[in-house]
């Protein structure tokens, strides 16, 4: 089973910030948070990943809670091609929850 | 070169035919992954092989059978499937192997292959 908690939907408008929780409550002091996404039609692409410290990259950013039991993928401006199912996996065993579908209004 | 290709891009087979997925990555990667997704659903582990071993079986059953040749080369070898084994089956690799608990991190970022939409008639 699945030890991470997304909501099932999200929308945003284009060009805003969207915030996209993620819960892992059974994570061990160890496990990294991954973050993946899966555009219509294709494979999962990696996003972005950290441990503790908050991370930034190209595509996104990654804020990690304190406790860790939890975190927030950032997309700064939601672009239409942002439009996919989001992953977060905290777990040691390279299984995904049911992910976020993120839909982008115009 | 982070591609993982997969092939064929589609496949439809009837019930007693015998097919085979194709998996390759040239990132000198030492784990490779495959996955079953249907639609609207997130992908399912289904085998992990780490250093050419197979790692993980996820209780699949025996129709599907995976075979590692080499480390740049994942198969997946298909007989007497169901219409309900109709998905989308990806592929993926790590650079790391798989080392269960506290082994994720930057050396198990998976990179995907596109997939291979089976059908079964």
């Known amino acids: 089973d699945a030890k991470t908690t997304q909501p099932n939907s999200m929308e945003s408008n284009e060009e805003e910030p969207v915030h996209l929780p993620c819960n892992h409550s059974?994570?061990?002091?160890?496990?990294?948070i991954h973050w993946y996404r899966q555009l219509p039609s294709q494979g999962p692409e990696y996003v972005i990943h950290?441990?503790?410290s908050n991370v930034n990259n190209r595509m996104a950013s990654l804020a990690i809670a304190e406790d860790r039991k939890s975190s927030t993928l950032i997309l700064h401006r939601a672009t239409l091609r942002d439009a996919a199912v989001y992953y977060c996996?905290?777990?040691?065993?390279?299984?995904f929850g049911a992910g976020t579908r993120l839909t982008v209004k115009p | 070169d982070t591609e993982v290709t997969q092939t064929p891009k589609h496949l439809v087979m009837g019930m007693t035919n015998k097919k085979s997925l194709k998996c390759e990555q040239h990132?000198?990667?030492?784990?490779m992954y495959w996955y079953k997704q249907k639609a609207k659903k997130p992908p399912e582990l289904m085998f992990v092989?780490?250093?050419?071993?197979?790692?993980i079986n996820e209780s699949v059953p025996s129709r599907f059978s995976p075979e590692c040749p080499n480390s740049s080369l994942l198969n997946l070898h298909l007989h007497a499937l169901q219409p309900e084994d109709s998905a989308l089956y990806l592929c993926?690799?790590?650079?790391?192997?798989?080392?269960?608990?506290?082994?994720?991190?930057?050396?198990?970022?998976?990179?995907f292959g596109a997939g291979t939409r089976l059908s079964v008639l």
């Open positions: 993926a690799s790590s650079q790391g192997p798989w080392g269960g608990p506290g082994q994720i991190g930057a050396k198990n970022i998976q990179y």
């Open positions: 059974t994570i061990s002091g160890t496990d990294y």
């Open positions: 950290g441990l503790t």
């Open positions: 996996t905290a777990i040691n065993d390279m299984r």
């Open positions: 990132m000198g990667h030492r784990a």
């Open positions: 092989y780490s250093y050419e071993k197979l790692s």
